[in-house]
């Protein structure tokens, strides 16, 4: 599996951006960038997932590399309700029954 | 709740004993997962079904632990002779083919196992 390299932690205060930065360099043409995040005590959400192009909706967004080795995961205006693990992991599109977890970035949000 | 459902949600166990999980997939969907997770990791891959078939098996379950989905609806996994390393999150997820090439996996809350 191509492997990403995250941030083991970043902090936020409330309402403002978090960039969470995602490096993937052995990324091949036909894997697919996700991120899902975990709250606490929970099991994981999807997040966002993209290709190529840079994605929006109604959680984050998630801007690209043009050499696609790296990416950001945005959210707009953290809330305390944000605070979690959040992962980056790359799927094959051929082969994408598994989803394979690095240790994320754990994410605090300071009111 | 439609969600994907897990029980029990904590189990604690002697060492030796076994232990049995069941997982209740969201409706729809017919791959089935179930990942562990250890305190401070991301959860790892163990086992998925699409269907009622066990498509593979990551090197993660020992002979000790065993995964069925009779019907292609909800999913057991048995660990037998637990030992105290099996402590940890289980967690089941589902998902749907009918969105390939792309299918999100929503996950269960987890159960936790401690093994004394």
């Known amino acids: 599996d191509a492997k990403t390299t995250q941030p083991n932690s970043m902090e936020s205060n409330e309402e403002e951006p978090v960039h969470l930065p995602c490096n993937h360099s052995?990324?091949?043409?036909?894997?697919?960038i996700h991120w899902y995040r975990q709250l606490p005590s929970q099991g994981p959400e999807y997040v966002i997932h993209?290709?190529?192009s840079n994605v929006n909706n109604r959680m984050a967004s998630l801007a690209i590399a043009e050499d696609r080795k790296s990416s950001t995961l945005i959210l707009h205006r953290a809330t305390l309700r944000d605070a979690a693990v959040y992962y980056c992991i790359l799927r094959d599109s051929g082969n994408d029954y598994k989803l394979s977890f690095g240790a994320g970035t754990t994410v605090t949000v300071r009111a | 709740d439609t969600g994907v459902s897990q029980d029990p949600r904590h189990k604690i166990t002697k060492r030796g004993q076994n232990v049995t999980f069941r997982c209740d997939p969201i409706s729809e969907h017919n791959r089935l997962y179930w990942y562990r997770q250890t305190l401070g990791q991301g959860p790892e891959f163990l086992t998925y079904f699409q269907n009622e078939a066990q498509l593979e098996k990551s090197r993660l379950l020992s002979d000790r632990f065993s995964a069925e989905r009779p019907k292609g609806s909800f999913s057991t996994l048995e660990i037998q002779r637990t030992e105290q390393g099996d402590s940890a999150m289980y967690l089941c997820?589902?998902?749907?083919?009918?969105?390939?090439?792309?299918?999100?996996?929503?996950f269960g809350p987890g159960t936790r196992l401690t093994v004394l």
């Open positions: 052995t990324i091949s043409g036909t894997d697919y």
């Open positions: 993209g290709l190529t």
């Open positions: 997820a589902s998902s749907s083919t009918n969105r390939v090439p792309y299918n999100e996996q929503f």
